[in-house]
């Protein structure tokens, strides 16, 4: 089980790296990632305005489909948590409609 977990994670870890704007730390345990999306603030993203986590966590549940939940509550007020407790191809396919949603 411990082997699929870093799996996984170093499946969010690598295609999240790839996307510009935002930056990955290794967490070390659990089964939650915080990348840093402070990149994205004061920008404009397809009509909407990414003055925050929040807002950021809003345009992807909405252009995206992929729920998040802001940093803030964890003391990370420039990162968003994303849960890879979900099968490969799940993450894959959030992962990707992150990265279109940005493009």
């Given at each position: 089980?411990?082997?699929?977990?870093?799996?996984?994670?170093?499946?969010?870890?690598?295609?999240?790296?790839?996307?510009?704007?935002?930056?990955?730390?290794?967490?070390?345990?659990?089964?939650?990632?915080?990348p840093?999306?402070?990149?994205?603030?004061?920008?404009?993203?397809?009509?909407?305005?990414?003055?925050?986590?929040?807002?950021?966590?809003?345009?992807?549940?909405?252009?995206?489909?992929?729920?998040?939940?802001?940093?803030?509550?964890?003391?990370?007020?420039?990162?968003?948590?994303?849960?890879?407790?979900a099968?490969?191809?799940?993450?894959?396919?959030?992962?990707?409609?992150?990265?279109d949603?940005?493009?």
């Amino acid at each position: 089980m411990l082997f699929q977990n870093k799996k996984r994670r170093d499946i969010v870890l690598g295609l999240l790296n790839e996307i510009d704007g935002i930056k990955c730390n290794t967490p070390g345990g659990a089964f939650y990632v915080f990348p840093d999306v402070s990149a994205y603030f004061g920008k404009e993203i397809k009509g909407y305005k990414i003055e925050n986590t929040s807002d950021f966590s809003m345009f992807l549940l909405e252009e995206a489909n992929v729920a998040t939940v802001t940093g803030n509550a964890f003391g990370a007020p420039a990162c968003l948590r994303l849960s890879y407790a979900a099968s490969e191809a799940q993450l894959h396919e959030a992962i990707s409609r992150i990265k279109d949603a940005l493009s």
